[in-house]
């Protein structure tokens, strides 16, 4: 495995890209699971897909990993397209679907040293297995393995040729909340040592664990990219003041000049990049207008906040667009 000392600057990949994805398209016959997707992975940089069931997460994932042709555009993982993949190229990946097809009646130990007779540098049998945390498990037949073990075997398959590149698509399903720490405790080990990783998952816990970057994908569109603690949704970095009042309760008098405010029921949010001051500023407001301000939080919004904030918005504007090409004008 080739390290690297190439990183990423706000969100653009310095040197030469590890993947490259260009206008990527995957049509399935009248139906687009993936509608022109761009975006670029540096070497030795976790990615991770986030997006609801059928945004094109694993369709994209199955074409960099050259297990399926795309329609249009260009796709380069480690400088060569996946569709004229040689075995050099196949050496230096590895792969860990959602659901693997392993014979049920082979052992854990035979099943690896199967996958490893099938690189040119792989990892002991042993480290694989320590690595996955299924050491204890290698003279088990895989039928008895329980449901998060055969994922950890999935996992072991994946890293056993020691890839250059690794392809996750739902690494942790299944898990308890203890191997899902380990699993995470291996990747972060993968990626100290050089290796570009490219994942897809439902948790978004995960996402902001494990990625230097994520991207959202709705519709077979990527409709956001950026790091998991600041992405770029407008307001993504600013900082929230919530506060609750009677609906009633009129916020005239409240000085907050160009903010961003919003009301919803009884509770007030605030965006702002001046935390201190706005906060100073409403509270000040509170006192002279003699209101008891219930429920008064300061913080910025999690991952999982912006995500669900991204999917609503999408949706209101895919609904909106439907309705206006029906003559309908929005709803």
Same mark, same amino acid.
């Given at each position: ?31 687009? /699971? ?93 480290? /694989? ?59 972060? %080990? ?95 407001? /509170? ?21 669900? %904030? ?12 439907? /309705? ?8």
């Amino acid at each position: 495995m080739v390290l690297s000392t190439l990183g990423v600057d706000g969100g653009t990949v310095l040197g030469m890209a590890a993947i490259e994805v260009s206008s990527l398209v995957k049509d399935y016959g009248t139906l687009r /699971a993936v509608d022109g997707v761009s975006f670029s992975v540096a070497p030795g940089e976790v990615y991770a897909l986030l997006g609801p069931n059928g945004a094109g997460k694993s369709t994209t994932v199955e074409i960099l990993a050259g297990q399926r042709a795309a329609t249009s555009g260009d796709v380069q993982v480690l400088d060569m397209n996946p569709d004229n993949a040689t075995r050099d190229w196949r050496d230096r990946v590895g792969i860990v679907w959602q659901s693997g097809g392993i014979e049920p009646e082979m052992r854990v130990r035979e099943v690896l040293d199967l996958y490893r007779g099938m690189y040119r540098n792989p990892l002991p049998t042993s480290a /694989a297995a320590a690595m996955a945390g299924i050491e204890d498990s290698l003279k088990s037949k895989v039928s008895t393995l329980s449901g998060g073990q055969q994922r950890r075997l999935d996992l072991a398959l994946g890293i056993i040729g020691d890839p250059d590149v690794l392809f996750l698509d739902e690494p942790t399903t299944g898990f308890d909340p203890t191997a899902r720490r380990r699993a995470w405790e291996i990747l972060d %080990d993968l990626r100290q040592l050089g290796t570009t990783i490219v994942l897809t998952t439902h948790y978004l816990d995960e996402a902001a664990q494990l990625a230097d970057r994520v991207g959202i994908l709705v519709h077979g569109q990527l409709v956001a990219e950026g790091p998991p603690d600041g992405l770029d949704l407008g307001r993504g970095r600013t900082t929230r003041v919530r506060f609750e009042l009677d609906p009633e309760v009129s916020l005239q008098g409240l000085n907050l000049g160009d903010e961003e405010l919003e009301r919803s029921g009884r509770t007030i949010t605030i965006y702002t990049e001046s935390p201190t001051k706005t906060t100073y500023r409403v509270t000040e407001w /509170a006192l002279v207008k003699r209101f008891e301000l219930s429920g008064l939080t300061v913080d910025r919004p999690s991952l999982e906040d912006l995500y669900l %904030d991204l999917l609503d918005e999408t949706e209101a504007a895919a609904t909106a667009v439907g /309705a206006a090409s029906n003559g309908r004008g929005p709803a």
